[in-house]
């Protein structure tokens, strides 16, 4: 099969323009094809895919960002999105600049320096704990520049890229827990080429793979058998409550020796002093800049609770030139406010009032819809935790009433599920919307003592299988349904029963009277 | 212990003790060989099991009675497994699907789908289908119940269900329409009277006609209970004498201790000491709608004539959303509170009255 021309000679007087033009063309598509081909080939035969050992470092570069590689980069990206990035800009560039309150500061710099003198009492895990956006990661690594230690920081790979594997001529995959394991043997055993005039360096931890979140056994392994061998310090910064419980519990902060220092919420005036100062430096450089005044200013931390970083967002955000004035209630609903069960049900029912203009208009302090949409919880274990309590904090039976139709209505809703276009997430929303709305309006004069919150009594005496399950045990002659046994059978038990029945039911099924 | 309730149980069709017509019907409807599927309906001690039982036993036979308990196990979406009991004989399984709670769903469809898929052994003797009891209909879930009407057309060739349930307003009416409704009321004071002196006799004991009525009074209509209350008199004291004060049990004069705290002070703090004695009766396994309808009865008993009105009005309101409901217990507070704000309110008017 011939797909080719047959080669033939061109006669050098028909060679003209057109002829050397067409030439010309086609050795540039060979050469573009040759490129294509050697960059296919390159692409497969690639020194990590080649690799039939694992290399451990292979991994390493792209995760370890070394704290003066970032430093470079800034910079670019300043210059490429101009006003967005407020949070990197003005990431502070001396231990003096931080906003994080001076004792904290010392602590974290003691810890450092004790790594350097040889103290017997060193430890060398720190756990940073503390809310998001308090400054943490950042004051972490701008003490430990100035102590001179260089950061290693572990980030949990994205995406898995296979592993070729010569001997089998395969892929294969490394699941993340041996990536980590790897990270912390080879980050730890083996200086880093570019740490030679520095003091040491030390492994930052942030974000913790999440298979040690279901295991944390696992991750209690890893580091007992790092702690024998090695010094390295490592910082862990977590913010999380519960990974905090369960990763590092009391035991095991003793039997590591780490040394754990909690950052609070940074506080209202520095955050503040952190705000102008961005807004004055801003101005400079930009002369349309919308200037935000002093209470918008609090509002921006009324609403983000003393976290910097979102802070500085929405900082960016009311500072951009538009002409319409922010309302208040597109930004209010920035952030919700984390509140736990037990806070949101205080509010529900000790509610508070404001009193508008006369006695009848008022609003209350703490809006109910944001109430509904903050539990964290089946709104059933809402409305049940709703009806234990609110009982004890209401004064007089009129309102009372009011409040116990509210609950009532409420269960209704919430188990009509078959309405058409109403999805249940929907209806379970509305119909707790009823009871916290109901409760906060039928509650006129709360009752001002403390009392604790419980739990509903509801669930654990709704248990009917367990009970029928004992009933049916004791009463195994009778051919009766459970039901018909407790209601029929057990009261005459002590006149027919055997003696053992009668024991029983006088254990569990008398009642006491008074 | 081999209670009279049982002991005398008309263990045929021919031998109840009332409502024999009702009884003609059913015989006929069997001896035609086969039936649709069944409701039975009608408040506690009125007779459905006996009825059913003796439907069952005129259809195979006395095999029927030889019974045995079996645990079967299912498994929940999210792979939690729970257990039911069930009482089952050769030709039918007897199951209290709403013992399962929120997974009776998957009770209804999949008992029915292992009991429906084998066919009868010897099919020449005996019928040709199998029959399925569930009992406690009415307290099924919605879910539930979907479930049991299209299981129920699809394996009408293998098995037939009956159904038993107190009242048929919580049944759905798709499963009303597929089976045949059965009523079987409570029996009249008279019936009972002379159900208990057809019993002495049997037992060779005398008992005096006051006895009987007091005990057909303080029964509530309810059969069961006012045999096991006459046997519980006669442990008690024999030779009768009339005057015996009649066992009562003791969650309803629990009940009423309840009505009669609710009567003395109604402020906030005695309702909460009513909840904690309504949870009281809830743990020893009273149903709610029991508790309800006692709780009303002794309270209506106490109240002026004009308040008697409003009363009933109140309780049918919170009576309906209890049962739209799930959580009973609302419901019932929600009632008492009403109920303590009416009265306080009238109490004070007629003070005032007076002076």
Known sequence: ?514 | MSLWADKYRPNSLQKVDYFQEQAQHLTNLVNQGDFPHLLFYGPNGAGKKTRILALLRQLYGPGVERLRTEHMNFMTPSNKKFEIMTVASNYHIEVNASDAGMYDRIVVMELIKTVAQTHQLDSTKQRHFKVILLTEVDRLTKEAQQALRRTMEKYMATCRIILCANSIGQVIPAIRSRCLAVRVPAPTHEDICKILKTICKKEGLTLPDELALIISQSCERNLRRAILMLEASKVKQYPFDVKQSVVVPDWQLYIGDTAKQILSQQTPGKLLEVRSMLYELIVHGIPTNVIFKFLLKELVKNCDISLKHDIVEIASFYEHSLLKGNKTMFHLEAFVAKFMLLYSKFMEESLNGIF
């Open chain 1, 1 to 514: 099969m011939q797909l080719r021309r047959l080669k033939t000679d061109t006669p050098r007087e028909k060679k003209d323009a057109k002829y050397y033009e067409k030439r010309k063309r086609n050795n540039m598509a060979a050469k573009k094809s040759r490129e294509a081909k050697r960059r296919r080939d390159n692409e497969i035969m690639s020194p990590e895919k080649k690799a039939w050992i694992k290399p451990s470092f292979e991994d390493i570069p792209p995760t370890i960002k070394s704290s003066k590689h970032t430093s470079r980069k800034r910079p670019l990206t300043q210059s490429e999105n101009k006003n967005s990035d407020w949070c990197n800009i003005y990431t502070p560039q001396s231990v003096a600049k931080l906003a994080v309150h001076n004792g904290k500061i010392k602590e974290v710099k003691h810890w450092f320096e004790n790594l350097n003198n040889n103290s017997l009492v060193k430890s060398k895990f720190l756990l940073v704990t503390g809310p998001t956006g308090c400054a943490k990661a950042t004051a972490v690594k701008l003490i430990a520049k100035e102590c001179g230690f260089i950061c290693l920081e572990w980030v949990t790979p994205m995406t898995i890229e296979p592993i070729y594997d010569q001997c089998t001529n395969s892929y294969c995959y490394q699941n993340v827990q041996d990536k980590f394991q790897d990270f912390i043997w080879g980050a730890t055993r083996y200086r880093s080429l570019k740490c030679g005039v520095s003091n040491g360096q030390f492994l930052l931890i942030k974000d913790i793979p999440n298979v040690f979140l279901d295991k944390p056994d696992e991750f209690h392994d890893i580091m007992m058998r790092f702690n024998t061998p090695s010094q390295f310090p490592i910082v862990f910064i977590i913010n999380n409550e519960k990974i905090i419980r369960d990763l590092f519990s009391t035991e095991i902060l003793e039997r590591l020796k780490v040394q754990q220092i909690k950052f609070n919420p940074i506080t209202r005036k520095s955050v503040l002093a952190v705000l102008e100062k961005i807004v004055k430096s801003e101005q400079q450089k930009n002369k349309l800049l919308r200037i935000p005044n002093s209470s918008e200013l609090n509002v921006i931390y009324d609403e983000t609770n003393g976290d910097l970083r979102a802070s500085i967002i929405s900082l960016s955000f009311s500072c951009m030139n538009i002409q319409n004035k922010i309302s208040k209630k597109c930004s209010t609903g920035s952030i919700d406010e984390s509140l736990d069960l037990f806070h949101s049900i205080g509010r529900v029912i000790y509610p508070k009032r404001e009193i508008l203009n006369s006695p009848l208009q008022f609003k209350f302090t703490h809006n109910p819809d944001n109430l509904v949409e903050n539990f964290a919880m089946q709104p059933t274990t809402v409305l049940g935790f709703l009806q234990e309590n609110y009982l004890s904090r209401f004064s007089s039976l009129t309102d009372i009433c009011k409040g116990a139709d509210a609950i009532s209505a409420a269960d209704v809703m919430l188990n009509s599920n078959f309405m058409f276009g109403v999805s249940i997430y929907d209806i379970s929303l509305s119909s707790l919307s009823v009871a916290v709305r109901g409760l906060m309006l039928a509650n006129e004069k709360p009752v001002k003592a403390f009392r604790s919150i419980v739990k509903p009594k509801h669930f654990q005496y709704t248990n009917d299988i367990q009970m029928y399950k004992d009933v049916k045990v004791w009463f195994d002659d009778v051919r009766e349904s459970p039901k018909d046994i407790l209601l029929d059978i057990i009261p005459f038990v002590n006149e027919l029963g055997t003696d053992r029945q009668k024991n029983v039911a006088k254990e569990l099924w008398r009642f006491k009277r008074k």
